[in-house]
């Protein structure tokens, strides 16, 4: 069997030569024994190879002895709320996303929704995974668990009915399975919903659901123009991720909606605590600050926001690839919560998207996450650090080589998954000097990245 799947966060491979029926059921009797659960909550996506790995991973949960509470064809973020709303012991989320169609995963929690990881049991589940474990005395058994009662009721308790007036949102779903959660949504507010590939389809009819890919934003765009709505949502496939769209179609940078968000959810808890990645920090940094909260910084990813959050008690985490924490959501990440919040922005102020993100993007101009492929990442960003330490103003390495200079600054970090480097560069209100010190960057990138037989142009500020 393959245990590549297991990665540092998740388990993720094709199906079916590295995840299966087989694996499933071995993953789901390691669990319980790496765990301790009793109850654990178990859903999943619209992926066509979801029900069948669901079932055997329940055959496992209940064979080592598991009370299963069954959401079915759910979110992921309906596992946390579970887990967390109902005390279960745990819950597993059968996704993988927006990986390609024939492949599937596993996202997996712990008491209160705590994820579970390579640094906190992953690893032990997979070693437990290696072996067929011998069944419990006494087999566990299976109860359908319908949450969305309960889970619409919160998702609505961010907003104020009172503030709220007609809007008009396209709403992409990408035939992933956000379009259920708008129709549970639909009759309690007073949007006018435009749906876009609404239906799940796990065959993927448009094409896998990543709005992160630049072809996969034409049919939302296109939506909010001719519709001429006020702004439009898309979805990855298990929503746990949203990405916004204003009334132009124009695809907004989820950094600029991180700042928008805390500023908003500050003001309704009249200050507190937020978690941010350190990529790109200096929008998020003055709205916080001018919201009476105080942003600190974290490494990037779900795993280390969400420990982070819990250990400052913060009320909203971001990163800007689109996952937005609530302390009140198990400081867990939500797709839902993040598009009511903005709803009720534009209704209250009776702002134009458009017009609440302009004005942060003039302020501080960024280059968007840039990606190259280098032989040696780890020795590029060192040789990065050494040419640019003499005139910056402070370094750290939360996340990887964070560097600020009086009028922009850059994060230049490790992927967790491919040999490259991700670059971002932002500037104080100065978008050519952002792009001049990008496109520098890249080509010192490019140059260190030869064989050091080929390096023969010199690497210079």
Not at 127 to 146: F, H, I, Y
Not at 270 to 294: C, F, Y
């Amino acid at each position: 069997m393959d245990f590549n799947c297991f990665k540092a966060y998740d388990i993720r491979g094709r199906v079916p030569d590295q995840l299966n029926s087989e694996m499933a059921e071995r993953i789901g009797r390691a669990y319980v024994a790496v765990t301790g659960a009793r109850k654990i909550a178990v859903g999943y996506d619209i992926r066509l190879s979801s029900p069948q790995i669901a079932d055997a991973l329940n055959r496992g949960l209940m064979a080592a002895g598991a009370e299963v509470h069954s959401i079915g064809l759910c979110g992921t973020e309906q596992i946390y709320f579970a887990t967390s709303h109902y005390r279960l012991d745990g819950g597993i989320m059968v996704t993988a996303s927006h990986n390609p169609k024939d492949y599937n995963g596993m996202k997996m929690v712990g008491p209160g929704a705590r994820p579970i990881s390579s640094d906190n049991g992953l690893i032990d589940i997979r070693e437990g995974a290696k072996s067929v474990l011998p069944p419990a005395s006494t087999p566990g058994s299976l109860q359908r668990l319908d949450v969305t009662r309960a889970y619409v009721d919160h998702l609505l308790g961010y907003v104020n009915p009172e503030h709220l007036r007609p809007l008009r949102i396209v709403v992409n779903a990408g035939n992933g399975g956000a379009g259920a959660v708008i129709d549970a949504l639909e009759p309690h507010l007073p949007f006018e919903f435009h749906k876009v590939h609404h239906q799940p389809d796990g065959s993927f009819p448009n094409g896998v659901p990543n709005p992160l890919l630049q072809e996969n934003r034409v049919a939302t765009s296109t939506a909010v123009i001719d519709g001429r709505a006020d702004m439009g949502i898309a979805w990855d496939g298990d929503y746990d991720r949203c990405f916004f769209f204003d009334e132009q179609g124009r695809f907004i940078e989820g950094y600029y909606l991180v700042g928008l968000l805390a500023d908003q959810f500050l003001r309704k808890h009249n200050g507190g605590k937020v978690i941010h990645d350190p990529r790109l920090v200096w929008n998020t940094r003055e709205l916080v600050s001018g919201a009476k909260g105080i942003a600190i910084e974290s490494k990037t990813g779900h795993a280390f926001i969400k420990q982070r959050m819990r250990e400052e008690d913060a009320v909203y985490g971001g990163e800007m690839s689109a996952h937005h924490y609530f302390r009140d959501f198990a400081y867990c990440d939500s797709g839902m919560i993040p598009w009511l919040l903005v709803a009720e922005r534009l209704c209250r102020s009776g702002q134009t998207l458009s017009s609440l993100i302009d004005a942060r993007i003039e302020a501080f101009p960024a280059s968007g996450e840039i990606n190259r492929t280098v032989a040696d990442p780890t020795v590029v960003i060192k040789a990065i650090e050494t040419l640019y330490q003499q005139e910056a103003l402070s370094v750290n390495h939360i996340d990887g080589l964070s560097m600020e200079f009086k009028a922009w600054r850059f994060n230049l970090r490790l992927s967790n998954t491919e040999p490259v480097i991700r670059l971002n560069v932002e500037s104080r209100g100065d978008r050519a000097l952002m792009e001049e010190r990008t496109e520098a960057l890249l080509g010192q990138v490019e140059a260190l990245s030869q064989p050091r037989a080929d390096q023969r142009k010199a690497v210079t500020l």
